[in-house]
C-alpha cells in the first residue's frame, strides 16, 4: 500500500458483543476529499472518532501524518479540523467568541481580522455578535465549518456535514469542500447522500459492519460497473417487449408503469431511442441511474 | 494548561447558572444581617436566657463575629450544594450539549482539561467564600461593631476576646475552602461518569445532605459511619474557635480532607482518561 496522510492498519473496536469496527485497513491519500460511505452502524462514525482519539480502539494502529496518534496525540490534532455528528457549540456565547475561544484551544492566538474572514467565508458575518443560542442550525453548520478550519489544518473530517442545510446550503457547503482542497488540504467527509460523494470526492471507501467493502478512485471504482439506463415511455409493457426481442442481453424491465430499466453501453442508447421511436412507442426522457447508489446497494446488500 | 483554564475560568464567568450562587449567598447573608440588626437582641436574650444564673453577661454580645458566625453555621449545608451546582456540571454539561467533543478534538490532554476544570471550579469556590467573606465578617463587623465571641456548643461555652478572633475566621474560611473543594472534586468526578448535566449535580447534593443528617443523629450505629463519611470533617471549621484548639484533630481533619480531594480528581482522571465520547 501507499503511505497516505491516514494510515489505518487492523483497527478495531468492540461494544459489548457488537464489532462496530472490525480489522479495518484503510489508507487516505493526501490532498483530496475522501467519502466514507457505509449503511447506519456501518462503522463510519466509529472510525471517524477513532481518527479523532474521542473513543479508543481495542485494536489496531492509526498513523496520522505518518505518526501514531496514541503517541502524537496533541501534535498531530493540532493540525486537524473537524465536525463530528453535529455543530455544537457554547449557546451562550456569540460565534466570535465561540471562535475565539476554540481558536484559543487549537494552539493559536485570535486574530478579529482572521475571524471576521472566516465569518465571511460561510455568510455569518452578520449574525457573529449574536449568541449562538439564537442560530438556526444551518447557521450551526456554517459556524461548524469556520471552526474546523480556524487554525488553518491540514486534514479537515467532516461527519455529516449537510445534515439539516438547505439545498442552497449544501450547493454552498460543497464549494467550501472544493475550495478546501484547492487550498491543498485533505479532506475527509462522511455523507449519507451518495450524490454528494460522487459529485465531489475523489477517493471513497464503503463500508459495511465495520470492514471495508471496496476502497479507492470514485471513478474507477463506479466506471468498472455496468450502466442502469432508465427509459420513460408511453407504453412501457410494449417497449420492454420490443427490446427483449431485439437486444436480449440487455436484461430490459419494468420498473414503473411509465419505466423499464437495461444494462447498456452508452453507444447503445440513441439506436434504442431510434427504436422505440420508430416502433409507434413515444420516449418521454432516458437517464443513468444513480451510478454509485447502485454500486452501493450492490455492495452493501450482501 | 494556563490557556485551558483561562478559558474554563470565561466559560464559568459567562454562563448565567454562575451568579445564582452569588445572588444566594447575598440574599441569605442579606436577610440574616438585617433581621438581627432588627431584632437581634430578642433572639440572644432568648438563647442565653437558659444561662440565667450561671453567667452573668455584659457588654456588646451581638457583634459582627458572633453573626459572621452565625452566618457560617447556617451556610454549612447551602454552599457545598451552590458549589455542585456547578462544578457537578463541568463536564457532564459539557457531554450533554455536545461541546465536550469540541474540546477534545483540539490539542488538549484528557488530564491537562480535568485539571483545569477542577482548578476553574476551586476558583469559583475562593470567590463565593471571598464574597461571604466580605459580605459576612466585614459587613457585620460595620453593622455590629467588634467585641468578644461567645459561642455555646453542647457542653461548654466558648468565650474569645474580639483581638483573638480574627485570626479564627481566616483559619475557618481556609478549612471552609478544602472542605468545598472537596465537594467540587466529588462532583467533577460524578460528572466524568455521566452524559447526563443533572444527575452529578442532584446526586452530590443527595450524598450531602444523607451524610450531614447521618452526622447530625448521636446514635451508636452511626458512630461507627462518621468517621467514613467525608462530610464529617468538612465542619471541622468550628474547632477554629475552640478554646485551646486541638491541632491534631485538625491536622488529621484537614489531611483527610485532602486525601479525598486527590482521591476523587485520581479517580475522575483514570476514568476520563479511558472514556469514549459517543455525546
Known amino acids: ?302 | 494548561m494556563l490557556t485551558l483554564i483561562r478559558t474554563e475560568l470565561y466559560k464559568i464567568a459567562r454562563r448565567p447558572r454562575s451568579y445564582i450562587g452569588f445572588a444566594a449567598i447575598l440574599l441569605i447573608v442579606g436577610i440574616i444581617e438585617f433581621a438581627l440588626y432588627i431584632d437581634g437582641a430578642s433572639y440572644i436574650d432568648f438563647i442565653f436566657q437558659q444561662l440565667e444564673g450561671f453567667l452573668s453577661i455584659e457588654g456588646n454580645v451581638l457583634n459582627g463575629y458572633l453573626v459572621c458566625f452565625i452566618i457560617l453555621q447556617t451556610l454549612i449545608i447551602q454552599m457545598p450544594l451552590l458549589v455542585a451546582l456547578i462544578t457537578g456540571d463541568l463536564i457532564s454539561g459539557e457531554a450533554a450539549n455536545g461541546t465536550l467533543r469540541l474540546l477534545l478534538t483540539r490539542p488538549v490532554s484528557r488530564s491537562e482539561l480535568v485539571f483545569a476544570k477542577f482548578t476553574a471550579g476551586s476558583f469559583y469556590v475562593l470567590i463565593l467564600l471571598l464574597l461571604l467573606g466580605v459580605l459576612s465578617l466585614s459587613g457585620s463587623l460595620l453593622l455590629f461593631g467588634e467585641g468578644d465571641l461567645i459561642i455555646l456548643k453542647s457542653e461548654t461555652i466558648n468565650v474569645l476576646k474580639g483581638s483573638d478572633v480574627l485570626w479564627r475566621f481566616y483559619g475557618a474560611f481556609v478549612i471552609a475552602f478544602l472542605s468545598l473543594s472537596v465537594v467540587s472534586s466529588f462532583s467533577l468526578m460524578l460528572s466524568c461518569f455521566t452524559d447526563n448535566s443533572i444527575g452529578p449535580i442532584i446526586i452530590t447534593m443527595a450524598v450531602i445532605v444523607i451524610f450531614t443528617i447521618i452526622g447530625s443523629f448521636d446514635l451508636p450505629l452511626f458512630d461507627h459511619i462518621k468517621p467514613f463519611l467525608f462530610t464529617s470533617y468538612m465542619i471541622v471549621w468550628r474547632n477554629m474557635f475552640d478554646q485551646p484548639i486541638d491541632w491534631g484533630l485538625m491536622g488529621t481533619s484537614i489531611a483527610i480532607l485532602v486525601i479525598h480531594i486527590v482521591l476523587f480528581l485520581s479517580i475522575s482522571l483514570y476514568y476520563f482518561n479511558r472514556k469514549d465520547i459517543h455525546s
Not at chain 1, 182 to 199: C, D, N, P, R, W
Open chain 1, 1 to 302: 500500500m501507499d503511505s497516505g496522510i491516514i494510515e489505518i492498519t487492523q483497527l478495531s473496536k468492540t461494544y459489548k458483543d457488537i464489532l462496530a469496527v472490525d480489522h479495518l485497513d484503510l489508507v487516505i491519500p493526501a490532498n483530496c476529499i475522501y467519502g466514507f460511505l457505509g449503511p447506519n452502524g456501518a462503522g463510519k462514525s466509529t472510525t471517524l472518532r477513532m481518527m479523532l482519539s474521542l473513543i479508543s480502539p481495542d485494536n489496531g494502529i492509526i498513523k496520522v501524518f505518518g505518526k501514531d496518534l496514541n503517541q502524537h496525540r496533541k501534535q498531530i490534532l493540532s493540525r486537524i479540523g473537524s465536525i463530528i455528528e453535529k455543530p455544537d457549540f457554547y449557546l451562550y456565547l456569540t460565534g466570535i467568541e465561540n471562535l475565539n475561544l476554540l481558536a484559543r484551544l487549537s494552539g493559536i492566538r485570535p486574530n478579529s481580522k482572521k475571524i471576521e474572514e472566516l465569518l465571511d467565508l460561510v455568510g455569518l458575518s452578520s449574525r457573529g455578535k449574536h449568541k449562538v443560542g439564537t442560530y438556526s442550525h444551518g447557521m450551526k453548520q456554517r459556524l461548524g465549518i469556520a471552526q474546523a478550519i480556524i487554525h488553518d489544518p491540514r486534514l479537515v473530517i467532516l461527519d455529516e456535514p449537510t445534515t439539516g442545510l438547505d439545498p442552497s446550503g449544501i450547493l454552498e457547503l460543497r464549494q467550501m469542500i472544493l475550495n478546501l482542497k484547492q487550498a491543498g488540504k485533505t479532506v475527509i467527509l462522511s455523507s449519507h447522500i451518495l450524490s454528494e460523494i460522487e459529485l465531489i470526492a475523489d477517493h471513497m471507501v464503503i463500508m459495511n459492519r465495520g470492514k471495508a467493502l471496496v476502497q479507492g478512485n470514485v471513478q474507477t471504482l463506479i466506471n468498472d460497473q455496468e450502466l442502469v439506463v432508465v427509459i420513460e415511455t408511453n407504453n412501457t409493457p410494449l417497449a420492454v417487449e420490443k427490446i427483449r426481442n431485439n437486444w436480449p442481453v440487455l436484461g430490459a424491465e419494468a420498473i414503473s408503469p411509465t419505466e423499464l430499466q437495461c444494462q447498456a453501453p452508452k453507444a447503445l442508447i440513441a439506436d434504442i431511442n431510434k427504436f422505440l421511436l420508430e416502433g409507434g412507442i413515444d420516449v418521454y426522457s432516458i437517464y443513468y441511474k444513480r451510478k454509485l447508489e447502485d454500486y452501493f446497494f450492490k455492495l452493501t446488500s450482501n
